[in-house]
C-alpha cells in the first residue's frame, strides 16, 4: 500500500496529529506518557492508532510509540484520581496482523508517514 494524499489519509493524519497533541498538552495525556515511560523508557515519537471512550470514566488507547510498538492501555478517571492500567505492548508486526480492515491498515501507513517526517519529536518533560 502506498499514500495517495486521498481524503481518507487527510483525515487520519489530522486525527493522528491530533492524538499526538493530547500526549503533549494535556494533563491527562502527559500522565499516561510518563507511564508509558516509567515501563518502556523515553519516548521520542507517539501517535494514537485508537482511542474508544467508554462508560464509566474509562478510554481505551492504542498507541505507535517509537515506530516500533504498539501500546495498548486503559486511563481510567475516578474524580480527580487518574490511573493508568491494563499497559500491553505489541510488536508493529503483532498489532498489524490483528488489523481486521484496510482502513486500519491506511490509518497505520500514515502514522509511519508522518513518522518518517518527523523522525525524533521533542516531547516536553512528562512530570505532569
Known sequence: MKIRNSIAEDRYRQSLIEGRRYF???ENGRKVLKRIEEIYGKVESIYVLSHVPEQGGEDSYSVLVDGDKVISCD??????ELSVCNIERRSVKEYEHGLKGKMQRIQLL?????LKKTPRLQLPESGA
Not at 486511563?75 to 480527580?80: E, F, H, N, Y
Not at 500514515?110 to 508522518?114: I, K, P, Q
Open 24 to 26: 503533549l498538552e494535556s
Open 110 to 114: 500514515v502514522a509511519f508517514d508522518l
Open 75 to 80: 486511563l481510567q478517571c475516578d474524580g480527580a
